[in-house]
């Protein structure tokens, strides 16, 4: 056991802690700074299990933060990923409609494109076949060509080597466990850390941590896991990301087709509500408190039916049968031997922020805190797009030296 302290701590080592402390390290290269994470590496949970797409901003309205980050981070991301010579596969992305519904759709993401300056162009069905000959859609499109695929845990990777470089310290294998009095930390080795200034990147438990420094009063955490099925064949019978018009009236995008880095395909992913944290698979990670909070939430939910959680929770839970989650994806395209998607990926779990009172999903990024303490509660996509621009709004804005 031991006592340290730091300039600045930072609670998780997802891309948005390691962002925050790149940016720290540039704004103060005299300060002490560590990142607090308790698995044995970064990027263990929602970074790491990210889908790897950089997207290019056209999806959020344009007063949100999300709407002001991401078109910067598309372009940040992608010049970090040149210097520093990781993989990126600039394959662009299409989104088609389904319907005559849906053409209203592809007008309402232009427009919102337009606004926070998107480089975007609507389409017709000859302009769609010259892009992704595979491509289905009704009377027109939406094409995005800045949007881009990358390996989140290789990005992830060289950010850590770029950070210990620094001198900055990561404290792995060592969680948070509780605070007491100011900003002493006990860690899960029973450790304890103290420091100048707290930074709250911890993703799945950041509104739990927020509330031990009177945060997070109005939210909770709800997570939804996210599945994809991989195409196992040997051809590329898709080269460009399908996206459908997505539901604009909650956070989740559809099933669709993503070109992976290494040019592989996979269709996805699910939006399925968990019944704990860290429910990845079977009973792995098993907390008895979160079942309990977390299905008394989500039996609320399916009662009063807030934001169509009854439909969208039966929608999400079909989709573990894999005949109906290949025939959503197979409306997006002319021709697909759906049968050769048939091994899951490594499951994800979003962190969605939920409003305890209006028991709404909230849709853009949420920071709180004071001088002391900076909470990061909604980190959630396109936060690993966002995260360069993300984390020096963090620190200009909400962190005081």
């Known amino acids: 056991m031991s006592s340290v302290s730091y300039n600045y701590l930072i609670l998780g080592g997802g891309i948005v802690g390691l962002t925050i402390a790149r940016e720290l390290s540039v704004k103060y290269p005299k300060s002490s700074i560590a990142v607090l994470e308790k698995e044995a590496d970064i990027s263990m949970h929602s970074s790491g299990r990210n889908s790897g797409v950089l997207h290019a901003g056209f999806y959020y309205t344009a007063d949100s933060l999300k709407a002001k980050f991401t078109v910067a981070g598309n372009k940040a991301m992608k010049k970090y990923c040149k210097e520093n010579g990781l993989k990126l596969n600039e394959c ?5 409609a389904r319907s005559k519904t849906e053409v209203k759709g592809i007008d309402t993401l232009y427009q919102r494109g337009v606004k926070n300056g998107v480089d975007l162009t ?11 000959p595979n491509a289905r859609t009704f009377e027109k499109a939406l094409y995005s060509p800045t949007t881009a695929t990358v390996d989140p845990v290789e990005i992830s990777q060289c950010l850590k080597k770029e950070l210990l470089e620094k001198g900055i310290t990561f404290r792995l294998k060592e969680g948070y466990l509780k605070r007491q009095r100011g900003n002493i930390i006990v ?7 103290t420091a100048d200034v ?3 990147c911890a993703g799945l438990y950041a509104d739990k ?16 896991k996210g599945i994809y099925l991989k195409y196992s064949g040997f051809d590329h019978p898709i080269k460009t990301n399908i996206y459908p ?23 996805g992913p699910t939006a399925i509500p968990a019944f704990w944290r860290e429910n990845y698979s079977g009973l792995d990670n098993f907390a008895l408190s979160e079942f309990l909070d977390i299905s008394m939430i989500e039996s609320n939910l399916l009662l009063r039916n807030n934001f169509n959680f009854r439909s969208l929770a039966f929608e999400e839970i079909k989709k573990y049968w894999k005949p109906y989650y290949r025939r959503l994806a197979s409306e997006l395209v002319h021709q697909i031997d759906g049968p050769k998607f048939k091994d899951w990926t490594k499951p994800g779990i979003r962190a969605q922020l939920m409003h305890k009172r209006s028991k709404e999903l909230v849709q853009d990024f949420v920071i709180e805190g004071d001088k002391a303490s900076v909470h990061i509660l909604n980190a959630v996509s396109p936060a690993f797009t966002c995260s360069i621009p993300f984390a020096e709004h963090v620190v200009s804005n909400y962190v005081i030296n």
């Open 209 to 224: 941590i927020a509330q031990d420094y009177g945060f997070s009063s109005a939210y909770t955490i709800l997570p939804f």
């Open 245 to 267: 018009v997505p539901n604009m009236e909650n956070p989740f995008l559809g099933v669709h087709y993503t070109v992976t880095v290494d040019n592989h395909i996979k269709i």
């Open 198 to 200: 707290i930074i709250n």
């Open 92 to 96: 662009g992305k299409v989104v088609v």
């Open 187 to 193: 860690t899960t080795k029973g450790n304890t850390v």
């Open 122 to 132: 609507v389409i017709d069905k000859q302009s769609l076949k010259e892009i992704e």
